[in-house]
C-alpha cells in the first residue's frame, strides 16, 4: 500500500506541469516564464493571461505556444488577433483567443491546468485565485491583494479543498521554507523583513515634496510600479503582515517587521526558547517562483549565490511607524477584520494611481486611505462578490477624496 502512494507520488511528480500564468506581461508573469525557458522539459503552458501588454503577449505567445490567450478587453481581443496576424502566425497555429473576468476563470479552472501562477496585480486577479484553490490546484501566489482582500474566503477554500497555496511573494516564501524546520506549535513569532524602500533615510517632511520619479526609485527590487510605490510608503509591507496572517495562522502580534536595506534575509521565525530560524537567498524573484513551482523538491535556480562578503554590511532595524503611517494602519485593519482589509487595498490602489497621474502628492496616499476606512463601514463579507462589492464602493469614496484634493498636490 504504501509502496503504491509512493510510486503514485513520484509519478504525479515526475509529470510535466502545466500552468496558468495570471499576469504573464508583468515582472512576476515574465520571472516565471524565464523559470519555465530554462526547464522547458518540465512545465508546459497552457494558457498566458494578461491586462493591456499586447506586444508583450504576443512574444509570448510565439515562445511558449499556449493553448489559450486571454487579455483583459474585448478592445484588447481585436489589438492581440490583429497582432497575430501580423506576426505571420498560421492561424492553425493560434491559441483560442478570450478576453474578461469569465475568460480568467476558465482558464484558472480547467482541468488542463494542474498550477496556476496568481500574479495579476489588484483584485482583478482575485476570483481567478479563489476559483483555482476551489479546484484542489497548486496555485503559486504573488498576487497579495487576494488574501488582503478575500484572506478569509480563500484560506477557508484551500482548507477545504486541499489545495497548495505557496506563497511567492519572497518573505512568505522564505517563511514557508523556514517553517518547514519545526513545529508550528512552537513558533512564537515571525518577522518580515523590509528594504525600507526609497526614502528609508528621507525625513518625514521631505517626504512633501517627493515626485512619483524618486517614488519609483526602489533600491533593491525591480517591480510593477503598484508594489514599487507601496514599497516606498510601507503599505507593501502592511499588505505583506496581512497575508503572512492568513498563509501561517498568526495573530497580528505575531508578526514583526524589521528594515533590512539589503534585502538578503527575507524572514525569520522565532521559537518559543528564543531560537531564531532566518531564510536567506539572493533578490531575485525566480528562486520563490521556482520554489512555488517544485515544492516540496528543491532544483537548481537560475541565480546569483549569496554574495558572504557583503554579509558584514548588513542591517536590521525598526520601522518608522511616524514617518509611514500606513504600515501601522495594516496591523489595525487586520486586528479589526472583516472588510476593513479589503478597503484598505482598495484606497491605496486608488491613491497610488492617482499619486502616480500627479494629482495628489506622496503623503496624502495614507491620508487617503486612512479617510476612506473612516468613511466605508465594515462587515463581514462572506462571497467573492460581497468583496468586490465592497471594493468597488470603496474605491468609489477613495476617487471622491482624490477629486476633493487634486488640484492641491505640492510635488
Ligand atoms: N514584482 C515583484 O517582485 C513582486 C514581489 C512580490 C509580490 N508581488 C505581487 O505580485 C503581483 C504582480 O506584481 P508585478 O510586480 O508583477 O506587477 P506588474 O509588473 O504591474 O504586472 C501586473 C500584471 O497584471 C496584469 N493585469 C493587470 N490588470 C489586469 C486585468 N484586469 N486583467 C488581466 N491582467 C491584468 C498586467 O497585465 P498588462 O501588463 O498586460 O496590462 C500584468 O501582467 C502584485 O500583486 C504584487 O504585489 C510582486
Known amino acids: 500500500m504504501l509502496r503504491d502512494i509512493m510510486a503514485d507520488t513520484l509519478i504525479r511528480d515526475a509529470a510535466m506541469k502545466t500552468l496558468t500564468v495570471l499576469g504573464s506581461t508583468g515582472s512576476i508573469g515574465t520571472n516565471t516564464l524565464d523559470v519555465v525557458r530554462r526547464s522547458r522539459h518540465q512545465y508546459q503552458v497552457y494558457a498566458l493571461v494578461a491586462g493591456q501588454n499586447i506586444e508583450t503577449l504576443i512574444s509570448q505567445i ?66 481567478a485565485t479563489y476559483e483555482a484553490v476551489r479546484r484542489g490546484k497548486r496555485v503559486g501566489l504573488a498576487n497579495k491583494e487576494v488574501l488582503v482582500s478575500g484572506g478569509k474566503l480563500v484560506m477557508e477554500a484551500v482548507r477545504e479543498h486541499g489545495a497548495l497555496l505557496v506563497p511567492v511573494d519572497s518573505e512568505h516564501n522564505g517563511a514557508h521554507q523556514c517553517l518547514r524546520a ?21 525625513p518625514k517632511e521631505a517626504l512633501r515634496s517627493v515626485t512619483p520619479e524618486q517614488a519609483l526609485n526602489h533600491p533593491t527590487w525591480r517591480m510593477g510600479n503598484r508594489i514599487t510605490i507601496d514599497s516606498a510608503t510601507l503599505m507593501n509591507k502592511g499588505f505583506e503582515v496581512i497575508e503572512a496572517c492568513w498563509l501561517f495562522d498568526f495573530a497580528p502580534r505575531q508578526v514583526d517587521v524589521v528594515i533590512h536595506p539589503q534585502s538578503s534575509v527575507h524572514a525569520m521565525i522565532e521559537f518559543t526558547d528564543g531560537s531564531v530560524l532566518a531564510q536567506i537567498s539572493a533578490t531575485d524573484m525566480r528562486m520563490p517562483i521556482q520554489y ?25 532595524f525598526p520601522p518608522d511607524y511616524d514617518k509611514f503611517p500606513l504600515l501601522r494602519l495594516a496591523y489595525q485593519c487586520q486586528e479589526t477584520g472583516g472588510s476593513a482589509t479589503c478597503t ?44 468586490l462589492e465592497i471594493d468597488r464602493e470603496s474605491r468609489a469614496q477613495a476617487r471622491e477624496l482624490v477629486m476633493s484634493r487634486a488640484g492641491a498636490v505640492t510635488a
Open 292 to 316: 512555488a513551482l517544485t515544492y516540496p523538491d528543491r532544483w537548481e535556480a537560475p541565480v546569483p549565490k549569496v554574495d558572504w562578503t557583503k554579509a558584514k554590511n548588513w542591517e536590521f
Open 62 to 127: 510565439l515562445e511558449f505556444r499556449p493553448k489559450v490567450a486571454v487579455v483583459a478587453t474585448s478592445a484588447g481581443l481585436v489589438r492581440l488577433s490583429d497582432s497575430l496576424t501580423a506576426a505571420g502566425l498560421a492561424k492553425s497555429e493560434w491559441p483560442e483567443l478570450l478576453w474578461g473576468d469569465e475568460a480568467r476563470v476558465q482558464v484558472s479552472t480547467a482541468p488542463e491546468a494542474d498550477t496556476v501562477i496568481s500574479a495579476i496585480v489588484g483584485v482583478a486577479g482575485l476570483e
Open 182 to 202: 519545526g513545529n508550528r506549535e512552537a513558533v512564537s513569532k515571525l518577522i518580515l523583513t523590509a528594504s525600507g524602500g526609497p526614502f528609508r533615510n528621507t
Open 344 to 387: 484598505l487595498n482598495a484606497a491605496d490602489e486608488i491613491a497610488v494611481e492617482a499619486f502616480l497621474q500627479g494629482r495628489i502628492a506622496f503623503l496624502a496616499i495614507a491620508e487617503i486611505v486612512a479617510e476612506t476606512l473612516s468613511r466605508i463601514p465594515g462587515r463581514t463579507p462572506q462571497t467573492v462578490s460581497d468583496i
